[in-house]
């Protein structure tokens, strides 16, 4: 199976390399109202963007989508949650490629940020329309541009990491930027499974803070990152501290 996917649109012929995780997701999302109606979850952005792609298709378990909607769906608590705590809060996606959660999540207020690719970017950009409130910005650097500009707003920060566990083996290095630089109080979200299994410590000297077991034996400790809670066997949510 390719990791990755080239698509397009039909209606604009912008196109872009997809992982293919990002495209299950999509899949799973824009057929669960008529696969998965008893989970009484809905996604019209991501039937109308599957319909507008070309070669956004693969074969792909009704267990596999199952799981990635009730992972979706995790996540999407968790995002309501934050916002109902902290109006006026902003919500930041980072790599997210397909995903329409702004459209799912929005009340007509929030402010939301995805962070992707440039080509997975200038493809929603021409795509998914989008209010001034939803911005989609390309990178491929250090956070800490984009993380200051951000943190100076003094607005409380979500970060929303669907797809963490799919480039486990990059997780440390792109988390490490963010414990560096975002704000004291952000919380963060993320799925997570046995590529990438988070933990909280319980070292008298660092009690609560994330762990990630290494494939070597190691264990690599985030002190300014505490477990808030497992809000399903498959998704974590911290507050960098």
């Known amino acids: ?29 824009a057929s669960a109202r008529d696969r998965f109606s008893e989970l009484g979850f809905a996604d019209p ?19 596999r989508l199952r799981a990635t909607i009730l992972t979706t769906m995790a996540i999407d608590d968790v995002v309501r949650d934050f916002f109902y705590r902290n109006r ?34 200038a493809l929603k950009c021409a795509t998914l329309p989008a209010p001034p409130r939803h911005a989609i910005a390309a990178t491929c650097g250090c956070p800490r541009g984009w993380l200051n500009a951000i943190g100076s707003a003094g607005m409380p920060i979500l970060f929303v990491h669907q797809g963490a566990a799919r480039a486990a083996d990059q997780f440390a290095a792109h988390f490490d930027g963010i414990i560096r630089f975002a704000p004291v109080g952000s919380e963060y979200v993320l799925d997570y499974d046995a590529r990438l299994p988070l933990r909280s410590s319980r070292t008298e000297a660092q009690p609560g803070c994330l762990e990630i077991p290494a494939s070597d034996g190691s264990i690599i400790r985030y002190p300014r990152a505490k477990l808030l809670a497992a809000e399903s066997p498959a998704v974590a949510h911290l507050r960098l501290v």
């Open 45 to 63: 952005t991501a039937e109308h963007l599957l319909d507008d792609l070309e070669g956004a298709h693969a074969q792909v378990s009704e267990a």
């Open 1 to 29: 199976m390719s990791t990755a996917l080239l698509v397009h649109s039909r209606r604009t012929a912008q196109q872009a390399t997809v992982p293919f995780e990002q495209v299950v997701s999509l899949i799973a999302r």
């Open 88 to 121: 006026g809060g902003i919500a930041i996606a980072l790599y997210p490629g397909l995903c329409s959660r702004f459209s799912r999540i929005d009340d007509g207020e929030l402010s939301w940020v995805d962070i992707d690719t440039p080509d997975i970017a």
